[in-house]
């Protein structure tokens, strides 16, 4: 009989601690294309800093490509049930002496990590286009690669 008194509070302690610890780490439920979109959001950033007004043109044009494949990523994200918010911190290490190279390191990064992704059926093609803004915005900065 002495031994089934503690037995409550076992059972009591066990439950409690199973209702504080989480099922997944956020960063095991992130797909690769959670990590493209922070290399993306990283990689505007880069675009959006650098000032030079000869470079204007393709500049707005990769950030507005960037933008869209960003749209695309975070549609597929939400149908898929992910939190897009919970994405992996942005990535150091670029040069900001040189922005246009940096962006297009990281736009390269992210169109790996959404190649090697999955796209449901149900998100229509998402991944497609996603992948065509990520090349469009490549394609724009090329030219002072």
Same mark, same amino acid.
């Given at each position: !009989?002495?031994?089934?008194? +503690?037995?409550?509070?076992?059972?009591?302690?066990?439950?409690?601690? !199973?209702?504080?610890?989480?099922?997944?780490?956020?960063? $095991?439920?992130?797909?690769?294309?959670?990590?493209?979109?922070?290399?993306?959001?990283?990689?505007?950033?880069?675009?959006?800093?650098?000032?030079?007004?000869?470079?204007?043109?393709?500049?707005?044009?990769?950030?507005?490509?960037?933008?869209?494949?960003?749209?695309?990523?975070?549609? $597929?994200?939400?149908?898929?049930?992910?939190?897009?918010?919970?994405?992996?911190?942005?990535?150091?290490?670029?040069? +900001?002496?040189?922005?246009?190279?940096?962006?297009?390191?990281?736009?390269?990064?992210?169109?790996?990590?959404?190649?090697?992704?999955?796209?449901?059926?149900?998100?229509?093609?998402?991944?497609?286009?996603?992948?065509?803004?990520?090349?469009?915005?490549? $394609?724009?900065?090329?030219?002072?690669?």
């Amino acid at each position: !009989m002495r031994i089934l008194k +503690p037995l409550p509070v076992a059972v009591f302690t066990l439950i409690t601690l !199973m209702l504080f610890i989480p099922a997944k780490t956020a960063s $095991a439920q992130a797909p690769a294309y959670l990590h493209a979109i922070s290399d993306l959001r990283s990689a505007r950033v880069y675009l959006q800093y650098d000032s030079r007004p000869e470079f204007a043109g393709p500049r707005d044009k990769a950030i507005s490509e960037i933008s869209k494949a960003i749209d695309e990523m975070k549609k $597929a994200a939400f149908r898929d049930g992910k939190d897009i918010w919970q994405s992996p911190p942005p990535q150091s290490g670029g040069d +900001p002496a040189a922005p246009f190279h940096t962006a297009a390191r990281l736009l390269r990064e992210a169109r790996s990590d959404v190649d090697h992704g999955y796209d449901l059926p149900e998100n229509n093609g998402l991944r497609e286009k996603s992948l065509k803004h990520i090349d469009d915005a490549l $394609a724009h900065l090329q030219p002072f690669l």
